[in-house]
């Protein structure tokens, strides 16, 4: 049983190409989420869930002069007086407004330098040779965090009050409203994980053979349409479907609908970053808890999938027995293949994107909306840290549940078939939904 990969080893020069190339995106993208506010909006705290986006904005700055000019190059501190500042475990959210944070204009100074500094080193510094550089992993590693950054900012941006700022064309590729509700996935062992994708991050690996029963998957996520016929059934006053800690959430917090939906006029509306709309019924329901989801599913007596066979659907071509590194097979990611990188401001129709499909027939996989499966974030049998323990191990245990596939805010640097996130089962401000499963 094998596992896809890179089609072969990329020269030196290569590798320095597609570092920068990932390096020059973020920044770009970063640049458009934080210039897009008044000064006054980067420093304020939009919500206590989220940092300041001037807090971000200096973060990314500091973890790529830590690792890169720092760990890799043995440099001194440029600015050793804000690291603590900067370090994500020191301080909550709720907290960093209070810091003696950089300003704007030197949070953005000082992060361009830290960038030409990293630009000289990577055109000098050999891709080999120890395990934080091989395969030019160091700066994947910082061209992901950065975009990870960029996602949260987005998420601040969707929290903040005021006038749209922001702007993004609508999906429009091709849609078929008419797909079969559900794929049957067939039972036995796949490879899970990767041990091959080079700047795969810790908690992806390593690949190892896992076993399932045959199950049925939905074709598509679950739709604001299906999600809407949940609540028009009581979903939300009825504790049958609940997790008791979801059902303690929304009558502790009065919740009746995914985040930032509201009804008017016996209409329901929608807040997306600035704008007030309709409720799309083809797009996949987003803003919603683990607890939602879980309520959701039992509601329509099915379940949340497993992250197993989430990955199971996502790579395994029962033709050849493989798993790939995409639902579609090993090539990168294209505007074809998925709604990813932030090109559009919304999910996709379910139903788009027949060229990302699996070999199963699974749609939208990848992109539009991260989906909440039914398990516990923990490590693969031989998980070692690396190149920190603080990037995955300590967030191990049952009070994360795992979340794969990405959303239509994250880059294709950060996003693959073995990629996981992770989150609290309360969360509903992340650009979560989810889709359903059932035993055959």
């Known amino acids: 049983m094998t596992t896809g990969s890179p089609a072969a080893p990329e020269s030196a020069s290569r590798l320095r190409e597609r570092a920068a190339a990932a390096l020059t995106a973020a920044r770009i993208r970063t640049a458009g989420l934080t210039d897009a506010v008044t000064d006054e909006e980067l420093v304020a ?35 050793p007086e804000i690291e603590p500042l900067y370090d994500a475990f020191q301080h909550p959210r709720a907290e960093r407004p ?35 550089l091989d395969d030019g992993f160091a700066f994947g590693m910082i061209a992901q965090h950065e975009q990870q950054h960029d996602e949260t900012m987005l998420i601040t941006h969707q929290l903040r009050r005021g006038a749209p700022v922001l702007t993004a064309p609508d999906p429009d590729g091709p849609y078929d409203p008419s797909l079969a509700a559900e794929v049957l996935v067939p039972g036995g062992p796949f490879t899970m994980g990767t041990s091959a994708e080079p700047w795969s991050l ?68 929608r807040r997306r970053f600035g704008v007030i709309e309709p409720v799309p019924d083809e797009e996949p329901v987003l803003h919603v808890s683990w607890y939602e989801a879980d309520a959701y599913a039992r509601w329509a007596g099915r379940r949340l999938p497993t992250e197993t066979e989430w990955e199971k659907a996502a790579r395994y071509d ?11 097979g090993d090539a990168d990611p294209t505007p074809a293949h998925a709604n990813l990188g932030q090109r559009h401001l919304r999910p996709a129709r379910a139903g788009s994107y027949p060229a990302g499909a699996s ?46 596939g990405g959303s239509f805010a994250v880059d294709p640097v950060a996003c693959r078939g073995t990629f996981r996130n992770w989150d609290l089962p309360v969360r509903r401000q992340i650009f979560a939904g989810f889709r359903t499963a059932r035993d055959l």
């Open 202 to 269: 810790d908690n992806e690996r390593p690949s190892h053979v896992r076993d399932t029963a045959p199950f049925w998957i939905d074709t598509v996520p679950v739709t604001n349409a299906a999600y809407l016929a949940f609540i028009a059934d009581g979903g939300y006053r009825d504790p049958r479907w609940w997790a008791a800690p979801g059902w303690e959430q929304i009558r502790e917090h009065s919740i009746e609908a995914p985040l930032f939906w509201h009804q008017e006029a016996g209409q329901w509306l």
């Open 359 to 404: 070999p199963l027939g699974v749609r939208q996989l990848i992109g539009d909306v991260w989906e909440w499966t039914s398990s516990d974030f923990l490590p693969y049998p031989g998980f070692r840290p690396f190149p920190y323990r603080e990037y995955s191990e300590v967030f191990f245990g049952p009070e994360h549940k795992v979340l794969r």
């Open 318 to 328: 029962p033709a050849t027995g493989r798993s790939t590194r995409y639902p579609w």
């Open 45 to 79: 705290q939009h919500s206590p869930l989220m940092s300041p986006l001037v807090w971000d904005l200096a973060h990314i700055g500091n973890q790529e002069e830590l690792w890169l000019l720092r760990r890799v190059a043995g440099r001194e501190s440029m600015r």
């Open 98 to 132: 209070k810091l003696p944070l950089l300003g704007p204009a030197e949070a953005r100074r000082y992060a361009s330098e830290v960038r030409g500094r990293v630009f000289d080193l990577l055109e000098s510094t050999p891709l080999e040779g120890s395990t934080l």
